[in-house]
């Protein structure tokens, strides 16, 4: 049985929302009905429908005569962002340290320990995929599918800045001790420490973000000058 439009156009959002959490698809890239429409195989029509909801959840911008692109944030949308992300990934952790069962705190030791190794800590790209995968059981450790859902579209919004402020210094090993504490504390049921930790984590994330977008625009004034 074919699929209805209203099918097409879920599938057409799910697998654009992926593309760019997965950064496949990066900030400013062009997304052109027609294109989209022959790629995924269906008409004009879900492909627009599926950009507009996607414009209203925050990962487009639709201009006028313009077109659809992926949104690209300023400095001051992305902190503003990080400090909403570090609120929902704090939420998280806060309940996993009340809800989490004895077979979840082992995977998630698991977990941490696949960020760790080394061909992980020698490739940020392959260390943020695994960091995902850590976060992700967090997420369902809060037994809150509402709360796991939108933090999981937050953190898709953001992920093309996640990913490349790992590649900033020691960004890496930093964040494999800073998951260690995390881990710590919702295996002992600290709820409380565990939300702080987290919070601290991923704002960190978003003062590294900040870092790196100034250094490029002090790269590009160089360029111009």
């Not at 074919?2 to 654009?16: F, G, H, I, K, Y």
């Not at 062009?30 to 989209?36: A, G, I, M, T, Y």
């Not at 790629?39 to 201009?63: N, Q, W």
């Not at 979840?104 to 698991?110: D, G, K, P, V």
């Given at each position: ?21 997965r950064?496949?698809l990066?900030?400013?890239e ?8 022959e ?25 006028p005569?313009v ?22 990934e ?13 077979d ?7 977990l941490h ?7 992980a ?71 409380e ?6 919070r ?12 790196m ?13």
């Open positions: 049985m074919a699929e209805d439009e209203q099918t097409q156009s879920q599938r057409v959002l799910e697998m654009l929302e992926n593309a760019i959490g950064g496949r990066g900030p400013g062009r997304l052109d009905e027609r294109e989209l429409a790629r995924f195989g269906v008409s004009r029509t879900p492909v627009r429908e599926a950009l507009h909801k996607l414009s209203v959840l925050g990962f487009v911008r639709i201009r005569r077109g659809a692109a992926v949104i690209k944030l300023d400095a001051e949308d992305l902190i503003d962002r990080f400090v909403v992300m570090a609120s929902l704090g939420l998280c952790a806060q309940l996993a340290a009340r809800r989490m069962s004895r979840e705190h082992e995977r998630l030791i698991e320990e696949a960020c760790g190794r080394d061909d800590m020698a490739d940020p790209d392959l260390y943020y995929d695994r960091n995902v995968a850590f976060h992700e059981a967090i997420y369902e450790g809060a037994h809150n599918p509402y709360l796991a859902a939108e933090t999981r579209r937050m953190r898709n919004r953001l992920a093309y800045y996640r990913r490349n402020q790992l590649h900033l210094g020691p960004r890496v090993a930093n964040s494999y001790d800073e998951h260690w504490d995390i881990v710590q504390a919702i295996i002992k049921g600290q709820a420490a565990a939300e702080t930790i987290m601290r984590h991923v704002n960190v994330q978003g003062d590294g973000v900040a870092d977008l100034a250094t490029a625009r002090r790269a590009a004034r160089r360029r111009t000058a």
